[in-house]
């Protein structure tokens, strides 16, 4: 069969060649991002109601993550770091008062993420961060209670890196909490037809890729303790149908 796979990949990357040209020209990247906020739109409602479960017993735990305080002084409010925050998809999910920083290489999606805060007056935008995973100088180390990643490390370059930007950027006992597609199992079709596609699929789902390997990044990475769990959802692509879900905590 890897020679079928390879055959398949090859007439994918020849039907997009011409994007190809693109990219290497310079010019598809800020096109598409310019038009990839507008594309994550269509998708976010479909998505939270496919995930709301999901996301609501993963986002509960998030409190307990909360800064320890003297029992006679008030709780600071929890601050939580989201890493590629899009259009702020997760923010119904979040509890009140927490004040996020999200961040995201693509600076075109801050004013989708402004509009989605404005439907969400139970979370105060602390600031949006223009920047990638693998390099949040923006963002002191020590000084976050949660960070949060949503269908984000499979675009991510050099996961090993992000994960500990993750953990700089934790103060001690904070968590951090994850929702990500990952590869199907492999000795069925559907891994085979992710690798087909994958040529194609990191053109148009913004680098995503279908093939990596997340949770074997998680499990290396420094948490103290990894709480991982395998689920599978029905989404509007079936490629993207088994996740992993859960939080590591510092």
Not at 197 to 202: D, E, G, H, L, Y
Request: glycine share 6%; hydrophobic share 45%.
């Amino acid at each position: 069969m890897a020679w079928l796979r390879s055959v398949l990949q090859w007439l994918v990357e020849l039907l997009v060649l011409p994007v190809t040209v693109l990219r290497y020209a310079g010019l598809w990247d800020p096109l598409y991002k310019r038009f990839f906020p507008h594309l994550m739109c269509s998708f976010v409602a479909d998505i939270n109601k496919k995930m709301a479960k999901v996301k609501k017993e993963l986002f509960d735990e998030l409190p307990a993550f909360a800064a320890a305080t003297p029992a006679a002084t008030p709780p600071p409010p929890l601050s939580v770091l989201e890493v590629g925050c899009g259009t702020g998809a997760n923010f119904p999910f979040y509890p009140w008062g927490c004040k996020v920083t999200c961040l995201d290489p693509n600076p075109n999606f801050e004013r989708f993420l402004r509009r989605s805060i404005a439907d969400s007056g139970h979370v105060e935008l602390e600031k949006f961060v223009h920047g990638s995973a693998e390099d949040m100088q923006q963002v002191a180390s020590g000084s976050m209670d949660a960070v949060v990643c949503t269908l984000v490390l499979c675009s991510v370059r050099d996961i090993d890196l992000a994960m500990s930007e993750i953990l700089r950027v934790l103060r001690p006992g904070g968590g951090f909490f994850f929702i990500e597609h990952v590869a199907a199992a492999k000795t069925g079709w559907l891994h085979f037809f992710q690798h087909v596609v994958q040529p194609a699929w990191r053109y148009f789902g913004d680098g995503c890729s279908l093939t990596c390997d997340t949770e074997a990044h998680l499990e290396k990475a420094k948490f103290s303790k990894l709480n991982l769990k395998y689920i599978t959802e029905p989404m509007a692509f079936r490629l993207i149908n088994d996740h992993v879900v859960g939080y590591g905590v510092k």
